[in-house]
T-cell receptor
Framework: DQQVKQNSPSLSVQEGRISILNCDYT??????FLWYKKYPAEGPTFLIS?????DKNEDGRFTVFLNKSAKHLSLHIVPSQPGDSAVYFC??????????FGTGTRLQVFP | ETGVTQSPTHLIKTRGQQVTLRCSSQ?????VSWYQQALGQGPQFIFQ???????GRGNFPPRFSGLQFPNYSSELNVNALELDDSALYLC?????????????FGPGTRLTVT
C-alpha cells in the first residue's frame, strides 16, 4: 500500500525554466510534508517542508504547494539550474513519527 | 557542526550471515531513524531510537534490530541475511521537539548480499 506516490519517475527541463515535481498521498492524517533531494552516493538532503495547515511555503527558488482536498502537493523550482539535477523524494509524516517516502522523481536540467 | 556519518560505506555479505551497521548522529540530535532503500524505491522506515529506546518500528521482521548508545550513536543489526536485504541503508538524526521535523541523513551503507 503506497501511501505517498510520485507517478513521474523522471522529468527533463531546460535551464532557466520551471521544474514542477508532483506528489500524491492517500492518508488524510499526514500533518507534515517534506521534499528531499538526493545526489548519487549521498544521503537525501532536506529541501523544504510544509505543514498541513498551510497551502504554500517558499524558500528562495523552491516553493511547495499543498492541496489538501486533492491530497496533492507539488514542488516548483524557478529558475531551474543544472545543479538541481538529482532525484527528488516527497515524504510525509504524522506527529513527528516515521517519514513515509515516495519512490522519487529524477530531475534532469539541461543547458 | 558535524553531520551524520555512517560506516562502513560498502559491505558484501553472504546469505545467512549477520551484519552490523553504524551511525553517528549530528551534534545536538538525540533521535536516530534507520531506513532501507532498495534499488528504484524510496527509503522505507525500519525503526527509530530516542534516548536509547526503540520509538516506533516499520514493517520489518525481528531479525532487524538496533541499539542507541548514550552518545546517541546507533547500530543496525541484521541477522540471517537474505538476498532481498541488499539495499542502501540510511541513518537519519533529528532534534527532539524540532519544530520542522527535519531529519538529516547520512550518506548510507550499501549492503550487498550474495
Amino acid at each position: 500500500d503506497q501511501q505517498v506516490k510520485q507517478n513521474s519517475p523522471s522529468l527533463s527541463v531546460q535551464e532557466g525554466r520551471i521544474s514542477i515535481l508532483n506528489c500524491d498521498y492517500t492518508n488524510s492524517m499526514f500533518d507534515y510534508f517534506l521534499w528531499y533531494k538526493k545526489y548519487p552516493a549521498e544521503g537525501p538532503t532536506f529541501l523544504i517542508s510544509i505543514s498541513s495547515i498551510k497551502d504554500k511555503n517558499e524558500d528562495g527558488r523552491f516553493t511547495v504547494f499543498l492541496n489538501k482536498s486533492a491530497k496533492h502537493l507539488s514542488l516548483h523550482i524557478v529558475p531551474s539550474q543544472p545543479g538541481d539535477s538529482a532525484v527528488y523524494f516527497c515524504a510525509a509524516m504524522i506527529n513527528t513519527d516515521k517519514l513515509i517516502f515516495g519512490t522519487g522523481t529524477r530531475l534532469q536540467v539541461f543547458p | 557542526e558535524t553531520g551524520v556519518t555512517q560506516s562502513p560505506t560498502h559491505l558484501i555479505k553472504t546469505r545467512g550471515q549477520q551484519v552490523t551497521l553504524r551511525c553517528s548522529s549530528q551534534s545536538g540530535h538525540n533521535t536516530v531513524s534507520w531506513y532501507q532503500q532498495a534499488l528504484g524505491q524510496g527509503p522505507q522506515f525500519i525503526f527509530q531510537y530516542y534516548r536509547e529506546e526503540e520509538n516506533g518500528r516499520g514493517n520489518f521482521p525481528p531479525r532487524f534490530s538496533g541499539l542507541q548508545f548514550p552518545n546517541y550513536s546507533s547500530e543496525l543489526n541484521v541477522n540471517a541475511l537474505e538476498l532481498d536485504d541488499s539495499a542502501l541503508y540510511l541513518c537519519a538524526s533529528s532534534r527532539e521537539q524540532a519544530s520542522s521535523y527535519e531529519q538529516y541523513f547520512g550518506p548510507g551503507t550499501r549492503l550487498t548480499v550474495t
